[in-house]
């Protein structure tokens, strides 16, 4: 990712886009903060944000005509913030004006030919940049039509101002003729001109005569013209000092001897992009005063300002735990990426936080400019992997699962008995395949009786796990090891019965016809007669996050469960806005903190029973204590027991489960008997409160069983000699497992395991 790169995906998010208050304002005044200040009865504060930003403040502040407040979105709900009012409250509730914090003098000179809000503006900020600055008024006092605004401004707040104004080294010069003698005296004499156009315009100009981004006159360098106003417009302050404020901003550029122009798209009243959802919001008429003729109380004012909405975007945050979990928003997070890529290379904090995003997409659908975190996070794992950069923490334990689902232990594409090609291919995918309680062999058969043509079968992985991994080599290999089975099986349809095959293949193989397993029950076979288990009352359907754009699919789980009688009531995220179970993007595996809050806020959507589509989502929702069915259980008769109460079965039971169905459809189904699998060296007991830290840690039975066969067959153990117990180690390419354990009676027996996964020179490691 270059600036450039990070430019355009920064640009995508919307967070920080200025709120429609703030954008019609034409000085930018910072509504939102200035609401809350007040809401919180601080009013000195919401007063700084004023002097912050206006110039006059304690004039200005008082007869602001506040455009912003047109474009309040409490408006078309209710009322609009009566920022005007609130205005006048803070000052005076904070009493007469103060001197700002003015630059160094830069011993440079501007002139101002006028004496109205835009001349006066110009004066002001060129004053506190440290400009000497002559007012060539031609009234008997600076102020313009603020002299006639005597109703909303009290006795000598202007003349306090100026006052001010002549200590920011700011001279007034009232009664002067401003014509071209003058005009050329001052281009002659300053460093730059400001001419204002509302009371004399001896330059003949209309506002189409000056630069519309600068107010420079074309010929003349150094000059610059505003105060323009319509014929029959009202006059508004606000936009005046708008006005003045641009006019400021290119004479102190020019005086400097830098760009005019750069980077000053968003001066002045402006549009914005930010969308803050207005859905629940109570409704909140404005505060009226009770004394209209004093204005709004300090009370008052905090009741009024109470009714911002505190405009925001944050969609995706309010629904993403992994998003709301590092305190930012995707423009930040975007920043933090490219830091940790291009200079930083590789904080753990950071790695930790590119790896713990679940891929899931919910926020794209969510974002009103569809920022995509999948796109930005994958690309960043990526340019890990091809950099060294990625920690082996993070996804190696996944990837050494998804080989074993690739290894000849699992793997198997076939066509039907006595076929050597076939129409569909049944599809269920790893997990799936390694859930102990599926129901595979009963489905393939199901579908081989019910479509023509012949229906195959396929084990192994898809490559979604090294996708999700940045491991893009690994996943092509996958895919093209796929390919090739498929072609030579006659390019057969597949039936999918999970949702990330479904997308993986969409992503990588897009001419692989795929179909949902779903749709298929639905609309071609029928569903089965025997039926499974049929729950009670209500259930709510756990999309797979990984399906959110399977509309059909989607569908036909509804009907499906509309076909046997079970109403469903619907989740918050559901559909195209279904919220990960946190194994998706391999959260679980790189912070499974984050995973476990993932999951729980999925359960606190509803109290009912989930119905699962995915294998792991369904393992991943028991795991944490979720009554949740596959809608496998409901379709096909199953085993004792309710199968919404059956436990996680971990990984250990997964590879045992994967292994047993391919063995258990090749001698079934092909009616090939398989020989005898060979028992471990030594047989394990493992606790199940040990088996649940070894599930934590990535540790399988295999793992163990290899590490305690290694140390009785040759001896490097550690012994207690007090309790009897061993600790061994086993040392393979990248991991190192160790067991703590006794042999009672030819077992042995196990009280602790764990591994590290590293790198570690100098270490002799074995393979096996």
């Given amino acids: 990712m270059d600036q450039q790169g990070l430019h355009d995906i920064e640009y995508r998010c919307i967070q920080e886009e200025q709120p429609a208050c703030q954008a019609a304002c034409p000085l930018h005044v910072d509504v939102r903060k200035f609401m809350a200040l007040v809401r919180a009865g601080d009013m000195a504060g919401a007063r700084k944000i004023l002097d912050r930003t206006l110039p006059l403040p304690t004039v200005v ?69 440290g400009y000497r600055v002559d007012v060539f008024v031609p009234g008997e006092a600076a102020g313009g039509h603020l002299l006639t605004l005597a109703g909303l401004l009290p006795p000598g707040a202007l003349a306090a101002e100026l006052e001010i104004m002549g200590r920011m080294n700011v001279a007034f010069y009232p009664g002067q003729s401003l014509d071209m003698a003058a005009f050329e005296r001052c281009c002659t004499e300053y460093g730059a001109v400001y001419v204002e156009m509302l009371d004399t315009n001896f330059l003949s100009l209309g506002r189409e005569d000056v630069d519309a981004l600068t107010l420079g006159l074309p010929g003349r360098e150094g000059v610059f013209c505003g105060g323009f106003v319509a014929p029959g417009q009202p006059l508004s302050v606000i936009s005046l000092a708008g ?32 969308f803050t959802n207005t859905e629940g919001v109570i409704l ?50 975007a920043r933090q990426i490219y830091n940790n890529l291009s200079i930083v290379q590789g904080a753990r904090s950071y790695n930790q936080m590119i790896n713990s995003c679940t891929l899931c997409g919910q926020c794209e659908e969510l974002c009103p400019s569809g920022f995509s975190m999948p796109e930005l996070i994958t690309a960043a794992r990526r340019d890990m992997v091809s950099r060294g950069k990625m920690p082996l923490w993070a996804h190696e334990f996944v990837l050494e699962d998804m080989a074993f689902s690739q290894s000849d232990a699992f793997r198997l594409l076939r066509p039907a008995p006595g076929k050597a090609s076939c129409s569909h291919l049944f599809f269920p995918g790893c997990q799936l395949g390694g859930d102990p309680a599926a129901s595979v062999p009963a489905v393939y058969a199901h579908l081989r009786a019910g479509l023509s043509g012949g229906v195959g079968l396929g084990l192994a992985c898809c490559g979604a796990p090294a996708w999700w991994a940045g491991r893009q080599d690994l996943a092509a290999a996958a895919m093209a ?18 949702a990330s095959c479904q997308a993986t293949f969409a992503r990588m193989a897009p001419e692989i016809p795929v179909v949902s397993l779903w749709r298929v029950l639905l609309d071609e076979t029928g569903l089965p007669e025997a039926g499974g288990t049929r729950p009670a009352g209500p259930v709510a359907v756990h999309d797979a996050c990984t399906g959110r754009h399977d509309a059909a699919g989607l569908a036909a789980v509804r009907e499906i469960l509309g ?47 989930f119905v699962a589509t995915c294998s792991m989502c369904r393992d991943r929702l028991a795991g944490a204590g979720k009554r949740t069915y596959h809608l496998l259980d409901l379709l096909f008769p199953g085993g004792p027991g309710d199968p919404a109460d059956r436990p996680d079965p971990g990984f250990s039971y997964r590879h045992e489960a994967r292994a047993r169905l391919k063995r258990l459809l090749l001698e079934t189904v092909w009616h090939e008997p398989q020989s005898p699998q060979t028992p471990p060296a030594v047989p394990l007991v493992i606790p199940d409160e040990v088996r649940r830290v070894m599930e934590a840690r990535h540790v399988l039975d295999t793992d163990v069983a290899r590490t305690i066969a290694q140390a009785e067959a040759t001896g490097r153990k550690f012994t207690d000699k007090t309790t009897g117990r061993h600790l061994a180690g086993f040392a393979t390419a990248r991991v190192t497992y160790w067991a703590l354990y006794e042999l009672i009676d030819g077992a042995a027996h196990v009280h602790a395991a764990y591994s590290h996964r590293m790198n570690v020179s100098g270490v002799d490691r074995q393979e096996g």
């Fill in 563 to 609: 076909k046997i009688g079970l109403p469903v009531e619907e989740l918050p995220a559901s559909g195209r806005l279904a919220s990960c179970c946190g194994f998706g993007g391999l959260q679980a595996n790189a912070n499974p903190e984050l995973a476990a809050a993932t999951i729980a806020r999925r359960i606190a959507e509803s109290p009912r029973d």
């Fill in 481 to 498: 090891a796929f390919r090739s089975d498929w072609e030579a099986l006659g390019q057969p349809r597949v039936i999918a019965a999970c």
């Fill in 243 to 274: 006005e003045g404020r641009k006019a400021a901003v290119s004479m102190d550029r020019f005086m400097a001897g830098v760009s005019i122009t750069a980077s000053r798209e968003r001066e002045g009243a402006c549009p914005t992009r930010l």
């Fill in 61 to 129: 502040g008082r007869v602001c005509d506040h455009p912003c407040q047109t474009q309040c979105i409490r408006g078309p709900i209710d009322d609009p913030l009566r920022m005007g009012a609130l205005e006048r409250t803070v000052i005076n509730a904070t009493g007469p004006a103060a001197k700002p914090l003015s630059m160094p003098g830069k011993g440079k000179r501007a002139a101002v030919m006028g004496g109205d809000v835009s001349a006066l503006t110009v004066a002001w900020d060129l004053g506190k940049k």
């Fill in 284 to 333: 909140l008429p404005a505060v009226a005063p009770a004394d209209p003729a004093a204005g709004l109380t300090p009370d008052e004012a905090k009741a009024e300002a109470a009714r911002c909405l505190d405009c925001q975007c944050l969609e995706c945050v309010k629904s993403c735990t992994y998003l709301a979990k590092y305190k930012g928003y995707p423009k930040v997070y």
